[in-house]
């Protein structure tokens, strides 16, 4: 389980960083 939720965290943190780098795009 301890796997399953640092991938899911590795996840959340990724598509965090995405949106971002979307953000600092669109200006």
Not at 1 to 27: C, D, F, P, Q, Y
Request: proline fraction near 0%.
């Amino acid at each position: 389980m301890g796997s399953v939720e640092r991938l899911s965290a590795l996840l959340l943190l990724a598509v965090n960083l995405t949106i971002a780098h979307a953000h600092r795009e669109h200006k």
